[in-house]
């Protein structure tokens, strides 16, 4: 008998990796991003869908070179005793706020990853600690920072869409994945609404909040890399503990957590 397990990775491998919010709110990249004097802007990460999380975000942006540095407390923490990774991205294309609780159109208590796109957009660019930041690397949890804290440090380039939203106030940082357990039932119980061999609090929004300009002149203390250091930490046992797996082979553990953690109505 095949297991749960197995038949959810082989789904995986029928999955583009810009499934997961490659959404049609992107603006198109214009030619050329206006010239810019170096600026710092920071946000500052506000839980969604019941999430208890928190985080700091800063962005000294130089031309089309990014220098970021972010802190993420009370994140969904593990499964299958491996850390929670959770996808991020800058967002650019919509209004450029976060979604409110009326944006939640089907009524299960959870603004997902669509009903909060017209508000923060689609992705312009994914902030994983190494490797593509395309939005085709949108999905890969094996760069995704992971865990119930992390840091994340590095230097990256933007391209012309994003660094336009970002000096135009419109980009929005969004951090992925939930703690089903803190759901209601239905919407423990409901697929996810980009990947339905996901339950919806695999893909939902965890932390949201606009990029804004700062007051401070450069990042704070502490080098920026290119994904070492703590971020890289916790990604390892992911990767190697499951054998490279992406959270789509964690699928049922979110039904073993939901029978072992009674959840919030």
């Known amino acids: 008998m095949i297991s749960p397990l197995t038949k959810t990775t082989k789904a995986l491998g029928l999955l583009a990796p810009a499934a997961l919010l490659a959404l049609p709110f992107a603006t198109a990249a214009p030619a050329v991003a206006s010239a810019a004097a170096p600026a710092t802007y920071q946000a500052a990460l506000a ?129 992925h994945g939930l703690d089903p357990a803190t759901l209601s039932q239905k919407a423990q119980d409901a697929k996810s609404d980009l990947v339905p061999a996901l339950p919806l609090a695999a893909t939902s929004p965890m932390l949201c909040a606009p990029l804004k300009v700062s007051q401070m002149s450069q990042v704070p203390a502490g080098s920026a890399d290119t994904g070492g250091g703590a971020t890289s930490g916790v990604r390892d046992p992911w990767l190697f503990g499951l054998g490279g797996m992406t959270l789509l082979a964690a699928g049922g553990a979110f039904a073993l957590r939901r029978r072992v953690s009674p959840a919030k109505q």
Do not use: W
């Open 47 to 175: 839980p969604m869908n019941l999430s208890t999380a928190s985080g700091t975000f800063m962005l000294q942006l130089d031309g089309n070179s990014a220098t970021i540095t972010e802190d993420v407390r009370g994140a969904a923490a593990t499964f299958m005793g491996a850390p929670y990774p959770h996808v991020q991205h800058i967002h650019i294309g919509g209004m450029g706020v976060c979604p409110g609780k009326s944006a939640d159109a089907d009524g299960d208590g959870v603004v997902s990853t669509t009903e909060g796109a017209p508000s923060y957009g689609g992705i312009g660019t994914t902030l994983g600690v190494s490797g593509d930041t395309s939005p085709a690397a949108g999905t890969d949890v094996k760069i995704a920072p992971s865990g119930a804290e992390f840091h994340y440090s590095r230097t990256i380039t933007l391209d012309a869409a994003t660094v336009a939203s970002v000096q135009g106030g419109k980009a929005v940082i969004v951090v």
